[in-house]
């Protein structure tokens, strides 16, 4: 499977330097298609399930300047948005950069 994504996208996981973090819902569509788009780059990324956890609800709010909604994501603590601002990204071609970059 790897060596499929690094044929179409020329890029292997250990070129991403980025510590990438996301908050989820288990079946939120808007989280699948997230975490779609860094597992397709071959992206490495820690996930925060945070399904009927208020607290950790709370945590994300307060990282995410006040942002409610899921996912939310992380990379190398700088907040992104979520899904659409990170598909956003990828379209202007910046979130490889984003990625490449170390902590």
């Not at 939120?28 to 997230?34: D, E």
């Amino acid at each position: 499977m790897q060596s499929l994504i690094d044929f179409f996208l020329g890029r292997t996981s250990e070129q991403v330097n980025a510590n990438v973090e996301i908050y989820t819902w288990q079946t939120c569509p808007y989280c699948i298609r997230a975490k779609l788009l860094l597992r397709w780059k071959g992206v490495p990324f820690t996930e925060y399930k945070i399904d009927g956890d208020g607290g950790a609800r709370v945590r994300m709010a307060q990282r995410a300047n006040g942002r409610r909604t899921v996912p939310q994501i992380f990379i190398n603590d700088r907040h992104v948005g979520g899904c659409d601002d990170l598909y956003a990204l990828d379209r202007q071609g910046k979130l490889d950069g984003l990625l490449v970059e170390g902590e």
